[in-house]
């Protein structure tokens, strides 16, 4: 519990300091200046979605192949994280595109992936509050959402095929990328911040569902027994 | 029994259903029809604008078509615990779903045939020298279609509300299928009709993509 809260205390003195290197330490960017500074979060943001997605992915898959109820709350919470992330990713590229690009809004490939992204995972938590037996609901989302993460490259693809505007990465680009050194440091940081973020809140997700489940069976196995000794007389029939 | 004779069997009871009922194709025809005269009213577009907006309006139609047709698939197992009996069967999950999956697609093929003539008129497109490439965008299509559309059946039949979850479920995952259906499509409406292989081949992508997962899939969709 104590370092459960340690590190919880020390993740947010990460994403304190994440956003102040990302406000004030990170270097001016010659054409875009303040604004280019929603960046560090929003690449972190995806970072988080993919990191999140991708775990639920892997929980989908566990939960079909072991049964064992915890990769079902992995992906659930994994899922939640995930729509969070991307919702944010999603209104930080909004609040950017509108002075950069001059519209709020385009079709190209990344957005509209992502946007795509979002609408099947939100409907995979509408799935789940929409089917009542807790094994049934995990095997039909856990379907749903391997058809959901297949899906996404797929929207990308076909997007980039149709048309795409999106700036090309720099930040991995090589050493002729441009990128000023202390520019990619602040962007790591802001991204491994928002990555261990994403993680806890995961993880504290994880372990609420997991006493939703105990305390559901807890129910059940109350009421079984006030069944039982409600209904005791009519066991002693033949 | 094999899986094919299996699926074959599953296929024929689903046909002889509609053919004595005969609901599922009307109303897919007659929404499809009224979503084509809608956006006609909408959109009031002359003949350029057919022949710009048309594809895209096809698609929207059968998406949406399909979304609802699809519902009662999985659904209609349920009122009589129908599927129950089908999967004490001792066949594989994947014959029943294939055999639902090649019903469906030929109940969307069949709404297709009568509505794209009649869309042809409607907008003032010429369907000579294309008919049979159209025929082959179409079908890779409504495989695709039909492949998810039958698996998210079964998934949305165990839901609360499933005829609003399906298309919930369905259209936002049929997106690339859209763009490459269109753009395939609209290459064969252009002034100069041509195939255009990249988007052929992505329809078959997404087609076997969806088909293998559901392959894979079928023991957990349809177990109890």
Sequence with gaps: MKARAAITVAAAGLIFFAGYAALFIAPDEAT?????????????????????????????????????????????????????????????????????????????????????????????????????????????????????????????????????????????????????????????????????????????????????????????AAEAREFKSNSAPIKELP | MTLARAAAIILTKELRLEFRARELLTITVVFALVIVV???????????????????????????????????????????????????APVSPFAILAGKMLANLVFLGVAELILVPVFAVLYNLSLAGIVGRLALVLLLGTIGLVVTGTVFSAVASHARMRELLLPLLLLPLLAPLLIAAVEATAALFAEQPSLDRAWLIFLAGFDIVFLTASWLLSDYLLEE
């Design chain 1, 32 to 220: 875009m200046h303040e604004i280019q500074r929603v960046f560090y979060f929003h690449i972190s943001l995806w970072t988080g979605m993919y990191t999140a997605l991708g775990l639920a992915f892997v929980a989908n898959v566990a939960w079909l192949v072991t049964r064992q109820p915890k990769w079902d709350w992995l992906g659930v919470s994994a899922v939640e994280v995930g729509v969070v992330c991307c919702t944010g990713g999603l209104i930080t590229g909004v609040l950017w595109g509108k002075p950069a690009w001059g519209i709020w809004w385009t079709w190209d490939a990344r957005l509209t992936t992502c946007f795509i992204l979002w609408l099947l995972y939100i409907s995979y938590l509408i799935l789940r509050g929409l089917i009542e037996e807790p094994p049934r609901r995990a095997t039909l989302s856990a379907v749903f959402g391997i058809f959901a993460f297949l899906d996404a490259p797929l929207v990308y693809v076909s997007n980039r095929l149709w048309r795409t505007q999106h700036p090309a990465p720099v930040l991995f680009g090589g050493p002729d990328a441009g990128l000023d050194p202390v520019m990619v440091r602040v962007m790591l940081l802001c991204m491994v911040a928002v990555v261990i973020v994403t993680l806890i809140v995961l993880v504290d997700r994880y372990r609420l569902e997991g006493m939703r489940h105990d305390l559901d069976e807890l129910r059940l």
């Design chain 2, 38 to 88: 809608l956006f006609s009213f909408a959109f009031d577009p002359t003949a350029g604008e057919s022949r710009r907006y048309g594809p895209g309006l096809l698609w929207i139609a059968f998406l949406f078509a399909g979304s609802l047709m699809l519902n009662p698939s999985f659904a209609r197992e349920q009122s009589n615990q129908t599927l129950d009996a089908l999967r004490m």
